[in-house]
């Protein structure tokens, strides 16, 4: 099968994406720091080492989140649970399924997005 061109550029955008944040550093335990710091004004004057490719993820790293949890709310609008109606062995848990992809609810893309968002 032919693979869309699309579905390639998404790919290497994606890969793009994850190589540059695993290579900054995390951000985590110096912020847990850095927030006992804040002044009066509401801000910590910092110095800072930056690595190259801290800067280049921080360079892009507002519009990258802001754009993927665009698209997880998009993709939670899309596959959405619906009774799917007909003849269930329990009356009680009708079978659902999903209004997008038509699977058994909780659908692959619904369970692919709780399993990497959901810890
Ligand atoms: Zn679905």
Redesign the pocket.
């Known amino acids: 099968m032919k693979t869309d061109p699309r579905e390639t550029r998404l790919r290497e955008r994606l890969e793009t994406i994850r190589a540059r944040s695993a290579k900054s550093s995390s951000w985590r335990s110096s912020t847990q720091y850095l927030s006992r710091l804040v002044n009066k004004g509401g801000f910590v004057p910092i110095k800072t080492r930056l690595s190259r490719e801290d800067i280049a993820f921080l360079s892009g790293a507002r519009e990258e989140v802001i754009a993927f949890a665009d698209l997880g709310v998009r993709l939670l609008d899309l596959?959405r649970p619906q009774e799917a109606g007909g003849i269930t062995s329990d009356p009680g848990s009708p079978i659902r399924r999903?209004r997008?992809?038509m699977?058994r609810w909780p659908?692959p893309?619904?369970r692919a997005m709780a399993e990497t968002l959901d810890q």
């Open positions: 596959h999903c997008a992809c699977s659908c893309t619904f």
